[in-house]
């Protein structure tokens, strides 16, 4: 009779995420809020108590063995993962960089297994009020999970909905599992261990659609949809070399800039035709471009890519946790030093990605991951891992100020972790009407980061005045060079 076992059996795509901490990265999504007034510990203790430890997967710790892993319930002694910090010294103007210290500092602290997966730092006096700091590994949830849950701390948030019967997959989710996940269980490793024409074939012909003869036109569609979105992945070429790329040690430093006017970028995606998505991701790679010329380097037709989560769930189901997302690799023109020409680049590219499947195909390739032995699953997840120079994540927050405790919550900013050899996080958040950049960085790779974010803002503004000089409706406006039209 099989040995029944405590506890909740963790999902094999969070099981790929538990898994992936390594010497370099560590697998903890980082984010840090700032406050004013100042709270205090014990109403900060309190008001944690009372509403994030609703959430089961805050009050369960994981055990792992050679079948996977578990969430186990587990007695939490809340001042043990709610922790007081004190910066050091230093004068107001310096009151960020200590922070972006500390917080730099943690992100190479690993989180203790044999309690639950997260932990919270309170500087109670920074800069005239508090700095609230999170740390949550990654296979208790995914970034666009965590902030619902990190909202119901503020005053006024909502406590988890009660947790309803399982539904029934329907035929469409049916033939997924039947006809992409499972397919694809047996094909990760062999494809990824073949080389070039040997992967495309073996791709091509477990996802042939012909084979299903009752397949519906549209069932056939997304099967070519399948095939050539899954053979860009398996052979996209390496992206350029770059300071940026490399094999990183094991400090990070992180940095964040004062929020851009979302006002102000939309008016100029729509001046342009473009989203603000296209205009803030030009910007990004500007910023790039031009940190990388000022360290003398050579940028002309130098691409950066980026691998880019990708909400596979659906928002109401948010408050259930776990990691539902896939990733696409975004191609940045860094080497594009003029603004309009970039944020057309831009727009083409993100079009391209529209209608991909390749989030699903990440997802599935995780979900394999999390089936295999940690050697096994580290040689499929570098697939995703030696094509990439950074991560990249791109998140609406809440469109109107926040407080917690009383404070009103000033500005917040979040880091996904990298994985692998992937040394650059790249982040951007909307928060109350505007619109923010933060940098986490590998200290071999990228010893300064705020070198990187302090390029951000000017690289907006030459769009914006750029934008202001080209003609107004109803006169001739100029086309895009060829090589920048969408």
Known sequence: MPIKRAGESMSKVDTAWLRMDSASNLMAILGVWTLRPRVG????????????????????????????????????????????????????????????????????????RARPLWQMHLVEDYDGGSALIVRIHHCIADGVALILVTMSLVD??????????????????????????????????????????????????????????????????????????????????????????????????????????????????KALGCSINDVVLACVAGAIGQYLRAQGDDVDGVEVRAMVPVNLRAPEQA?????????????????????????????????????????????????????????????????FRRKATAVMTNVPGPRERLELLGATLQDCMFWVPQSGDIGLGVSVLSYAGGVQFGVMSDTLLCPEPERIIERFAPEFERLALITMMLPWPGEEVARPPASAAA
């Open 41 to 112: 510990y014990e109403e900060l203790c309190a008001r944690i108590e009372e509403r994030l430890l609703k959430y089961d997967r805050f009050r369960q710790r994981v055990e792992e063995d050679a079948t996977g892993a578990r969430w186990v319930d587990h007695e939490v002694d809340i001042r043990q993962h709610v922790v007081r910090e004190k910066l050091p010294r230093h004068r107001h103007a310096d009151a960020q960089a200590a922070l972006q210290h500390r917080i730099g500092e943690l992100a190479m602290v690993p989180l203790d």
């Open 156 to 269: 006024g948030g909502l406590p988890p909905p009660q947790r309803k019967r399982r539904a029934r997959a329907d035929g469409t989710q049916e033939w997924l599992a039947q006809h992409l996940v499972q397919p694809l269980a047996g094909l990760a490793v062999k494809a990824l261990d073949a080389a070039g024409e040997n992967a495309a074939r073996t791709l091509a012909m477990v996802l042939d659609p012909g084979k299903g003869a009752h397949a519906s036109l549209e069932l056939a569609h997304l099967g070519y949809q399948l095939v050539s979105d899954a053979l860009a992945l398996l052979l996209m070429p390496d992206d350029s070399p770059t300071r940026l790329k490399g094999k990183p040690g094991n400090q990070k430093r992180v940095a964040w800039c004062p929020p851009l006017p979302l006002d102000e970028v939309k008016e100029v995606g």
């Open 319 to 383: 408050w259930k946790l776990g990691n539902h997302f896939g990733l696409v690799p975004l191609v940045l023109p860094v080497g594009i030093a003029n603004p309009v020409e970039r944020v057309y680049e831009v727009r083409k590219r993100m079009a391209a990605l529209k209608g991909s499947t390749q989030p699903l195909l990440a997802f599935a390739v995780l979900a394999i991951a999390g089936l295999l032995v940690k050697p096994a699953q580290d040689a499929v997840l570098d697939l």
